[in-house]
């Protein structure tokens, strides 16, 4: 996913805040499910939604006002509740960030694990899934 750093990404010195890849993440992660064909507010209505139960994150290179990144999400595994996403920002060639992210699929009332649909499991499951 294409992704250009504004001023509301970065610190005083111009560069990335280090939060602002997990937002970055996410966004990778919500255009990887839509092109799917899986859309964020057909979950909440069928009463379900992924929450993050694992992270963690390498900072190797920083990311600066106005350059452009590439954002992108890659299914490393998926059960019947959860995802393993792996996940990275390039600047060109070169790997700023890279990250590992796991997602529980919960009851959106009780959070308790939920059975995410059929249709989605296969596709998850399916070779070479990256965005």
């Given at each position: 996913?294409?992704?250009?750093?504004?001023?509301e990404d970065t610190d005083a010195g111009g560069i990335v805040f280090y939060v602002n890849y997990l937002k970055f993440?996410?966004?990778?992660?919500?255009?990887?499910?839509?092109?799917?064909?899986?859309?964020?507010?057909?979950?909440?209505?069928?009463s379900l939604m992924f929450v993050v139960t694992g992270l963690s994150t390498k900072y190797l290179r920083p990311a600066k006002?106005?350059?452009?990144?590439i954002v992108t999400a890659t299914v490393i595994a998926a059960t019947k509740v959860s995802i393993h996403f792996k996940q990275?920002?390039?600047?060109?060639?070169?790997?700023l960030c890279?990250?590992?992210?796991?997602?529980?699929?919960?009851?959106?009332?009780?959070?308790?694990?939920?059975?995410?649909p059929e249709a989605l499991l296969s596709v998850l499951n399916r070779k070479n899934n990256k965005v």
């Open positions: 996913m294409p992704l250009r750093v504004y001023m993440f996410e966004r990778a992660r919500t255009e990887y499910m839509r092109e799917l064909g899986f859309h964020k507010a057909a979950f909440i209505d069928d006002l106005d350059e452009q990144l990275q920002v390039y600047r060109g060639n070169e790997v890279d990250g590992d992210v796991k997602l529980a699929c919960v009851d959106k009332l009780s959070l308790k694990p939920k059975r995410m």
